[in-house]
């Protein structure tokens, strides 16, 4: 970790938030604690910053550094730059560079801010905290310009009227009255300016290096109709899942509406129809009120979907070409590899997987775009592995390892999800982290980044030490959930009961099989940094042999208790490379039998046993095959993205975009790729 970055301008305010003590969201999960609603009148807060400059003649490059709270877009002379920040802690906080080279004005220019503060305790902002504000910092040709400061004028943005809120309180959603709109802010048209509020302290402490932010692009449709011939009926298909924000120009009389519909499938019953009320427990319905000028519906906050409906009152038009979505993904997120291989099913899963994380991927590794819109410590394991594979975008990785490396304020232990006001704490995804550091320098062989988490690394083990028996294995863990898999109807039958918390002397093979995990991999990093190990392995292997080994069937057992053998307590023992040599055949038959009877959470450890077995037509044929369990069943369904389960139906709020879905590129890079070359090969691709 570098020298941090330090603004030379103040942090600025809307004078609603000045002066707010900031609220500590932060505690562990199942520790209570009472924490103060932000006020009312603060929730789904849209404020505009604007500062007017003069850009010395001769200027070739011009560089805007910025930072707000809970989130910006960000305009010069009213041309979109871009979004951000992405999300962090304030101690550890993120920004923006921009850098214009070309089509400078010399002259008068107009740099304006857009920021928004949600206000909800939830996963996807870091918000909730009565913090909001931007920061900003402009150069001419390397020069300093001019700083935020009270030369900054400030109005909020009326027209975003307080909406219900969806998902799990992710969104509010976005009833835009273009009546109450004082003009377009991004120009500093309208009235009502005023100077902003200056914090006398920086409230932040910001990250070294800037983050490379998002890149945005308009999209046409790919199908745009009228529905039943009605010129107010619009019926959007953009082909694929996309993340962002639909686009309308419209006119109409002052005071009317329009209902705006998105979804990510269409209505079993009536194909001209976004189901809207959404699987996934998001609802996107949203109405505009159109001002009788020729209005630009300015959505702010992004969304997941793929179809649109849009309906107009009597006597509006639409303006220009009417409709467009807005993309975001991340900012040069291109492929730097292609896969070559004759077997349709499995180019076609590729191509799925692939298709996943360009559009799912933004500022962080998300759950899902729509529901909880959140970085998750173990959907990482797979989601940032197979797009570091895909894209090569190593700072995007490391940034995430440093998310979750933060919320070891919280508990050393670490944070399910980070950086986010949510406290959720999952086991499993904790223990994973070494093995994310592990796979991380695989892939860029940063030595600096391997000593930077070691005592992050070290920090987990002391936390779950405390749970720890005699012979080393781990009972009881309480504090944070036993998850194993997720939805619970995957888990294989897993025959120990999972009750959040778990009893004092709750012991399982899972968590003890990560527990392990944690320790071989951490031992791996301490040799690789020429450091003596600290973990005795064979001591816990040989509890866990004794506690859930069945010398009968050479099988792994879920508990002591049980004669279950699940997927889920016998792959991990071989990925782990710590299960007995006479259980691997007994395994191997195990898999081949009951193929992926578990959720996408655990097919990333399936597919590397069966790698690990050698049999890499089995890991092929998981990857291919067709039925309840599988990718060949969500393309069945017309899957543009991968699913957070196997098929529609196996959870009941279903998200139809869950790039933790896209393991087989792991597999493919890692597996086929060097074993199977006559099946696929893997190229790179020249930019």
Known sequence: MGERHVFRGHWIQNPRFYGLEPIDVFHKEHTPKEIPPVPEETLNNHTWFIRRFTLPAGTKDLRIDISADDYARVYLNGSLLGL??????????QFNTYRIKEGLVIGENILAVHVYYQGLINRAYQSGDNREGMVADVFADGN?????DSSFLFREAEEYVTGARTGYDTTFLENIDMTKSAGNGALGEGTGWQPACVCEVMPYRFRELPDPGLDITEKLSVLTSNVGGDPRVLFMDFGSEIVGTLRL???????????????????????????????????????????????DIPFFDGKGFRYARIELPEGAEWLNRGAFAEVRTR??????????TDDRDLEAVLRLCENTLLTAVGDSFPDCPQREKGQYLGDFTFTGLAYLYLTGDWFSYKKALRDFADSAKVCPGLLAVAPGSFMQEIADYSLQFPLQVWNGYRFSKDRAMLREYLPVIEGILRHFKQFERSDGLLAGVTDKWNLVDWPANLRDHYDVPLPKPMPPDGIHNVINAFWIGAHIVTNRIRAELELPETSDIRRRVQAFNSLFYDETRHLYTDGPDTAHTSL??????????FARQDSLEAIHELIKEKGMCCGLYLAYFVLKACALLHDYDLVLSLITRKGEYGWMHMLEQDASTTFEVWGKEQKHNTSL???????????AVESLAPNRPDLIRVVPVRK
């Open 568 to 577: 889920h307590a016998n792959v991990l023992p071989v990925f782990y490379g």
């Open 249 to 295: 120009h419209i006119q109409g009389v002052a005071g009317t509406s329009v209902r705006v519909l998105c979804g990510e499938e269409l209505d079993d019953h009536d194909y001209t129809m976004p189901r809207y009320k959404m699987r996934c427990n998001c609802n996107y319905e949203e109405i505009c009120t159109l001002s009788g000028r020729p209005d």
């Open 331 to 340: 900012a040069g997120a291109h492929p730097r590899i292609r896969f070559e």
């Open 657 to 667: 975009c869950h790039p933790c879905g896209a393991i087989p590129i792991i597999a």
């Open 144 to 148: 300093f310009l001019f700083g935020s």
């Open 84 to 93: 951000g920040p992405a999300q962090a802690y304030a101690e550890d906080y």
